[in-house]
């Protein structure tokens, strides 16, 4: 298992954008999954977007049509790029890889704030 550090986060207007970034301490390639969660106080960790391998995407509801999420294998980073933003994505967003294994790292989160 390897290291995940995300980045990017911050405070935003809502209908400003955000990108958070994922880089991994060893190839990408090893993970099978990668994926955004994000947590708000209280609330349980849920999915936000996941791409495989082969570049295949799924989005929550909430975040479709707004988010996107992509992968550079070369730079061994993963991205969550944010727009249209609403208080409601306020949350810690964590970064998350799930190897051939099933084995699973988890970045340490970044928080976004979108606030007037």
């Known amino acids: 298992q390897g290291q995940l550090v995300e980045s990017g986060g911050g405070v935003v207007q809502p209908g400003g954008s955000l990108r958070l970034s994922c880089t991994a301490s060893?190839?990408?390639?090893?993970?099978?999954?990668m994926g955004w969660f994000r947590q708000a106080p209280g609330k349980q960790r849920d999915l936000v977007a996941d791409?495989?391998?082969?570049?295949?995407?799924n989005y929550a509801d909430s975040v479709k049509g707004r988010f996107t999420i992509s992968r550079d294998n070369d730079k061994n980073t993963m991205y969550l790029q944010m727009n249209s933003l609403k208080p409601e994505d306020t949350a810690v967003y964590y970064c998350?890889?799930?190897?051939?294994?099933?084995?699973?790292?988890w970045g340490q989160g970044t928080q976004v704030t979108v606030s007037s």
């Open positions: 791409i495989s391998i082969d570049g295949s995407t």
């Open positions: 060893g190839s990408i390639g090893s993970f099978n999954f």
């Open positions: 998350n890889g799930v190897h051939s294994t099933g084995l699973q790292d």
